[in-house]
């Protein structure tokens, strides 16, 4: 795969629709570097301009302010299949689905490769930020306060884009003669909020907020032992769930071995993943009029959606308020430099942040031991 490269990309801007632009869209080379700005990067299907603007539209309706600028892009893969580069990103962490349909074609030097699409949109978009009108490196405040301008907003394919922007964003740091220590607090400073992410756990060096349900397949295919743990947990309570045959008492009981909704961990200092059961119940889920709905991005966008379940409301407000925290950052740093205060301290975001801790999956385990008495008891 390494030697075979004609990818590119292509970086638009929503704009008010005219004859010129009727999608409401408009090609641009690069976004300015010192301006609080949206970067949407859609999913993998994103290979024309009516994609990419769709995914934009949605960025942007999502926003209460609606003057910060909302950028999408458009995939040209070429001879790429993104699917085997995805799986050799994983498979260099040691998080690849093993099993999987695309490991096989993955080659050893495919692990640290990055696509030319992905390199074109670090010039477009990033590298700007990090040097001054002679292309030398800029001062780490300045490049500080235009990186916290910087808020990708990600779906599935998107998150595996921008975490790739991460390590170009090392290299280049490298050659501009940051300092280690430097270079890992300006990538702080870059914010990303992923939906359906399919990127390593526990790496990420930006400030990274994953929104993900269980009940996705593609987003789980990620092996990581925290993932693993709370799918067995969630496979526990199914199990409790089908062995009590209906029984409302019991169901109603509230000793259950597993009743998590969602839940929140941090894999890293930089990483916060919000994880909900189900976005959608079973029976929508297994329509086939809904293929694919836990993995897709418009439940976390709509405000109103009367098949979501009560805790996929909750995934999807928290989304909106934490894309619109964001976004208001972003905005402030374009008169002055300021980091990202404790969100979990936010009056919009405080309640949602105190029910996914609540919520966690390791207070299980301390349950399990009730599981396994109603077992032994119904013996």
Known sequence: ???????????????????EHPLGWQYVSALPEDKACIVALP??????S?????????????LEDKSVPVYSVEYGYGDR??????????AHYGQEDKAGKFIKYVKEEDKTYIPQYIRELYAAVIAPRLRDDNNNRTSVRQAAQRLNQLVFANHC?????????ERLMLEDMKKLGYPEKTGEYLLKQIHNISVAPVTPYGVSKTSVYKFVSLD????????????QHILRRKREHQRFLEGIHGNETERRAGN????MQFTMFCPSGNETVFAVSNMYPKDVQQNPDYEDIEHTFAPYSDQEDEDRTKQGDVMSKMFRALLNKLASHAKQNESEFTELPNLSADKNLAGFFKQAKNNRYNFITAETALLRARRHRNK
């Not at 795969?1 to 004859?19: C, F, P, W, Y």
């Not at 394919?157 to 921008?162: K, R």
């Open 1 to 19: 795969m390494a030697e075979t490269d004609n990818s590119h990309i292509k970086l638009g801007q929503r704009v008010a629709k005219s004859a």
């Open 43 to 48: 999913g993998s299907s994103a290979d024309n």
């Open 50 to 62: 009516r994609k990419a603007n769709g995914f934009a539209k949605m960025i942007q309706e999502t």
């Open 81 to 90: 299949i993104f699917r085997v580069d995805r799986e050799a990103i994983l």
């Open 157 to 165: 394919q998107g998150s595996t884009v921008s975490f790739q922007l």
């Open 216 to 227: 996705d397949n593609v987003a789980m295919s990620v092996r990581t032992p925290q993932i």
């Open 256 to 259: 259950k071995p597993f009743t």
